[in-house]
Structure formats: C-alpha cells, structure tokens
C-alpha cells in the first residue's frame, strides 16, 4: 500500500507489519486484561508488556513503513493502489498454503458437530484435491489407511477416545 | 561417595531400560528417526511435535526414550540425503554435504555412507558417555542455584536463543517477548487469574503440546504446501553394504579428529540454542585449519564427513545434559523434550537427577543403546529411505495435518486446543516467512511459567530491593554478565570483526 505527497511517498510493506500488528493487539489485550492485578503477579509481565510494546512500535516502523523520495520527473497526483490491491488478494485466494489455512477450521466446526473420522476422511480427500492431486487411486486409497491407523493408535492402543460428534454411541 | 551414588544410579538407569516396551520404543522412534531424518523438511523438532501427543499417553520414561531416539537418529536420516542427493535431510548434516556428495560424485557413495555412519556412532557414544559421567556433577553445581539463579538462567535461554538472528535481533526479542506472555497466562503463583480472557481452558495456561504443533509441525506444513514436491526428485544409487562396513571401521585412522570433533559437538551442543548445525560446521573448518592437507577438504575429503558428522552427533548429548541438568534447552527438539517432561509432572532441572534419577540414567542408556540400533538400521536400510524425497507434498500435508488435529485434541478431550494449535501454526508460517525465529516463541512460552515463578520466589525472599540480589550473589552476577555479553554480540560483532580479521591476517603472515 503507497500513500503520495508532494515530495515523498510513504509505503507500507504489508507483510513486514503483520508480526508487529499482531504483537501491539496482544499486548494491548493482555495489558487491559492484566491492568487491575496485584504488582507481585504482574512482577515480570510488566516490563515484558513494556518490551513488547516498544519493540513493536519500533518494528513497525523500521522495517514496515519506507519514506522514498518522489524522483522530480514523476507527477505529482495521488497514487490509488487499490486495483493492486484486488490483485493481490487474488494471488492469495489462488496460493495453496492460503487454502489450506481457509479450508481447516471450517473442518474444525464439523469435527465437532459430526466426528473426527467421517470429517478427517473429507478433510484428507478435499485438501489433497485442492493442493493439486488428481489420482482417484490415492483418493481410495491414503485417506482410509491413514484413519485406521489413527484410530488404531488412539482409540485402540491408547485407549483414547476421538471425537464422534453425531456419531457418538454407533462404535 | 560420590563414586558409587553415581554407579548406583547407572544401575538403577541400566534395569530400567531392561523391559520389552523400552526396546519397542528405542525401535520405534530410531525407525522414526531416520525416514523423518532422510526427509528434507521434514526435522526432528516437526517429528517430535507431531508424536508428542501419543507420547503424553506413555509411561515417562517410554515416552522420553521414544522421543530421545528420535532426536538422536534424524542425524543419521539426515546423512544420507545429504552424500547421496546433496540435499542435508536436516540443517545439521549441511557440513556433510560438502564432502559427501563429492565423494558420491566419485562413485564412492557406499565409502562416504560408512565414514559418515561410523563417525556419527563415535560421536554419539562419546558424547552420551560424557553426558553420563557429567550429568551428576553439572546437576550438584546446579542444585546451588536459588530462586535468583533459576531466574536468570530461564531469561539467557530465552534471550539466547531471541539473539540467534543476529542483527534482526529485535525480531528475536519480540517473538521471545510474546512467547514469554503466552507463558505467564493462566493461574500465576500469587493464585490470581492473569490474562485468561474469561476462558476457562487458559486457566492452566497455554498449552505447550499444541503451541509446539503449531509452530514446528503446522507452520512447516503450510510452507510445505506452496511446494509441489519435498525435493525436486533423487535419483537412486546402489550401495555395497561391504563397503560401507569397510569405511566404518575405517573412521578410527581419524583419532584426532574424532576427538577434536567430539569436543567441539558436546560444548556447542550443551550452549543453549547453539545446536547440531552450529557445531558441525566449527568442527569442519577447524578440522580443515589443523590438517595436514586443507586443500582437499570439498573434494571428496573423509576427515570432512568424520569432523561433521561426529560433531552434529555429539551435540546431541551436550544439549540433552543442559536440558535435563539445568532446565534450559540446548536446541529445539530437547525444547520439545522439555515439554514432554513437563506434561508428565516433571520439572527438569537438578531436582530432576535427585528425584527421578531412573528416568534420567534411564534415557542415557537407551541412548547409548539406540546408537547400536542406529548403526544396523542406517547402513542395512536407510539408504533406501531417500525415495522418500519423491512423496509429493499434496500427499504428506493433509496426512500429517490430520495427525496435528488429532494430536492436539486428545491432550484436553477439547477442540479449543486444536484451534489454539492452529493458531499456532498460522503465527509460525508468517514468523517463518518474515524471518521471525519461532523457537523463541517456544522457549518463552516454556521457561515464562519458570520465570515468573522464580522472579516471585526471588521477591518473597529479598523484599522489594529483590533486582539487588542480581548483582550481589556470584552466580547471579555472571549471568547477568553472560546475558550482557549475549544482548551486545550481534553489534560488538561488527567492531570486533575488523579486528579478528587483523589477527588472523597477522597469523597468517607469520607463517
């Protein structure tokens, strides 16, 4: 994202302030959630807020924010970036890791709603499907060896039991 | 006295391993070990993560060992892809590559493989000899530590490891910082309830089973998934177990750099967060500055593969001493090892050799023993492990990533912990991809409850002027002096360099 002046131009490289983002909103979470406590709890959490606030700030705007100077030739209208901005969105939208990160809380939600074995079968199928493989074979194949196993472990060996969601009391 | 309390727990170590499920388990996680070693990608911090969950449900022991052989034998995983393919299955065996695959190239893989395959046995054996005999003396000095102690060695470990980035070390620190908040959420040690949010599953604090998921397993996965393969392809190559059997025994024509390589794996290896890595490359070049024949160290070179391979191994041992003795990680799979003991009820530390002595000579022998195993296994099998480099990631990333959702459920019967865990691992993958070192995060969130704990005990004891106690006891006072030293290197670094590079010049002329 670039924002233009007259002699200088101020762009922020989003992903070097997606850390220090994160960072500044945890410790203003914590901080307001902390505020009202006894010193002794907060003995060493304090000055690490303190810490982390300041090397946030500074993050931030050392390696987020670059002030350039506009070269005198270029004219001096205001930049709108925002079809670079769409543009971006769908290169991500496109990008496997992003799809991964989309599609697996939303098996999360279902695994609760119907069981870990019928959601985790689908969740294997889709995420393979979605990274790239194409094979029917492996489809049949890798997602029921791998739930036995995972049953076998858990439920059989350590006697631990999985979610069943809907299917809680069929085996 | 000293003697033979330490020969009675050696015993007490011995007999525990002697039982069907303790050899299962060394099998198990050597077996583990070497297909996730010879996976470039895939490490042992990853492996660990993913298995910590099933090792929750183990005896402590079992679960230690079970995790311990993994640590130890992705090392051997790692050799082989590196002389056979070029491409080091784990940072650790970088060094390797650099006369391995030459070797390879000559048409002396099975050579290679046995130089490389003997040397990480000696330096592991060596290594967990030292670990054995030291343990005992290191823990007795540690035992000294008061609560002021224990509270600056928590804070080196986290700020060693925050500066391992060097000069991004703000990145370090700010990752360190976070993971040192996630650690003090939960019920503090004065009983409040600190930073829960009003969930009732932060009462305990953030979990370290999904948070290592996460930001091992998880985070690697997704960087994974941008990848259509693990590595681009390997091709096979048929080795000679003759051969490599030949080479194995023909390591010991290298005494001195076996044990100069030895020496520098277990020191670096015990320096928090320093790691295998680290020590294999100083064994390297300090290998090729005292040979008699530097020039052929990257062509091809045994004593290359020999000061490697010995020294990445030994490391192992020096870095489980540091964990298990002092309670500070010496990389970030004995992080995870860490953890594992923790969930047990555990607290590593010098207590830990007093009152469970079983369990820590226990491990030490398993160790030594897996070292055997690994041998076998390694120059029988592993090789052929390496075609596992073509299992494509569109396969493995779902695969594995059921097991993190699985893993992380089971801790707490709870879905929470597994949107904590991939929460965790969404922070990783952009820790990762922005140059963030997540290890930081981890060791904060381990040593965090330790700190702040101790940090109150260090209050309780000298009253408000308790900062005072930092600077008047000795031991305190040289912490804060090796932390000083650590905060400053990355800048002193870009003084002094001028001036190592005079001296080293000036040596030179000399000669």
Redesign the interface.
């Known amino acids: 994202m670039k924002f233009r002046g007259r002699k200088y131009r101020i762009s922020l490289s989003s992903g070097e302030i997606i850390i220090p983002l994160i960072a500044l909103l945890f410790v203003l979470s914590y901080y307001f959630e902390v505020i009202n406590l006894s010193p002794k709890t907060l003995l060493l959490v304090k000055p690490t807020l303190y810490l982390c606030f300041i090397l946030s700030l500074f993050i931030f705007f050392k390696d987020g924010i670059k002030v350039s100077k506009i070269p005198k030739s270029a004219p001096p209208t205001l930049e709108h970036n925002l079809p670079g901005l769409a543009k971006k969105i769908g290169i991500l939208l496109r990008n496997k890791t992003t799809r991964v990160i989309l599609i697996t809380p939303i098996a999360f939600l279902a695994i609760e709603k119907l069981g870990f074995i019928p959601i985790a079968f689908l969740y294997i199928i889709f995420t393979m499907y979605l990274l790239g493989q194409r094979k029917v074979l492996i489809f049949i194949f890798i997602p029921p060896v791998i739930l036995l196993a995972i049953y076998f472990v858990f439920q059989v060996y350590l006697h631990v039991p999985l979610p069943m969601g809907i299917l809680k009391g069929v085996w | 006295m000293f003697g033979s309390e330490m020969f009675q727990q050696w015993a007490v170590g011995f007999n525990a391993i002697l039982s069907f499920d303790i050899l299962f388990y060394i099998l198990l996680g050597t077996f583990l070990g070497i297909v996730v070693g010879a996976i470039p990608g895939l490490t042992s911090g990853m492996a660990t993560a993913i298995l910590l969950p099933?090792a929750f449900?183990m005896a402590p022991l079992n679960a230690l060992v079970f995790l311990g052989a993994i640590y130890v034998s992705c090392m051997y995983g790692a050799l082989l892809t590196a002389i056979l393919l070029n491409t080091p299955g784990a940072p650790e065996a970088s060094a390797t590559t650099l006369d391995g695959y030459p070797m390879t190239k000559q048409g002396k893989a099975s050579e290679a493989l046995g130089y490389g395959i003997g040397a990480s046995a000696t330096g592991g054996l060596i290594s967990y000899m030292v670990f054995l005999v030291a343990m005992y003396p290191v823990a007795k000095f540690a035992l000294k530590f008061g609560p002021s102690e224990l509270f600056l060695v928590a804070m080196f470990g986290i700020i060693v490891v925050a500066s391992l980035k060097g000069e991004a070390f703000?990145?370090g620190?700010?990752a360190a910082?976070?993971g040192?908040?996630l650690g003090?959420i939960g019920i503090?040690a004065?009983g409040?309830w600190?930073?829960?949010?009003g969930n009732i599953y932060l009462a305990e604090g953030v979990q370290i089973i999904p948070s290592l998921i996460g930001l091992f397993a998880v985070a690697e996965?997704?960087?994974l998934?941008?990848r259509?393969f693990v590595m681009p392809s390997g091709k096979g190559e048929k080795q000679s177990f003759g051969r490599i059997l030949a080479k194995m025994r023909g390591i010991f024509r290298y005494p001195g750099t076996i044990a100069r390589a030895a020496i520098v794996g277990i020191t670096i290896g015990a320096i928090p967060a320093a790691g295998g890595t680290v020590a294999a490359l100083v064994s390297y070049s300090e290998a090729k500055r005292s040979s008699k024949h530097p020039e052929k160290f990257g062509t091809g070179c045994p004593e290359g593969i020999i000061a490697a391979e010995t020294a990445n191994n030994a490391s192992t041992g020096g870095a489980l001493m540091t964990t298990l003795a002092i309670g500070i990680p010496g990389s970030s799979t004995t992080a995870i090892i860490l953890g594992a003991l923790m969930m047990h009820g555990l607290c590593p530390g010098p207590r830990l050799l007093v009152e469970q002595g079983e369990i820590v000579y226990g491990l030490i022998m398993a160790l030594i023993f897996s070292q055997g195993l690994m041998v076998l296994m390694a120059a029988f099998v592993g090789h052929r492990f390496t075609g596992l480099l073509r299992v494509?990631?569109?396969?493995l990333?779902?695969?594995i990533?059921?097991?993190c959702?699985?893993g992380s459920?089971?801790i707490r019967?709870s879905?929470f912990v597994?949107?904590l865990m991939?929460a965790f691992g969404?922070?990783g993958?952009?820790?990762r991809?922005?140059d963030?070192p997540p290890i930081a995060v981890v060791m904060g969130i381990v040593l965090?409850p330790i700190?702040?704990e101790m940090?109150?005990l260090t209050?309780m004891r000298f009253g408000d002027a308790y900062y005072l106690a930092f600077f008047t006891r000795p031991i305190s006072l040289a912490l804060v002096i090796l932390t000083i030293i650590v905060v400053l290197r990355p800048y002193l670094g870009k003084y002094l360099s001028p001036l190592g590079k005079y001296l080293h010049h000036k040596r030179e002329s000399k000669h």
């Open positions: 099933v449900f703000h990145k620190l700010l910082a976070l040192l908040l003090t503090a004065t409040e600190r930073a829960t949010f996965l997704l960087y998934a941008e259509k494509p990631t569109h396969i990333v779902p695969v990533l059921v097991f959702m699985v459920f089971v019967n879905m597994a949107y991939f969404i922070l993958w952009i820790m991809k922005y963030y965090g700190a702040d940090l109150l209050h």
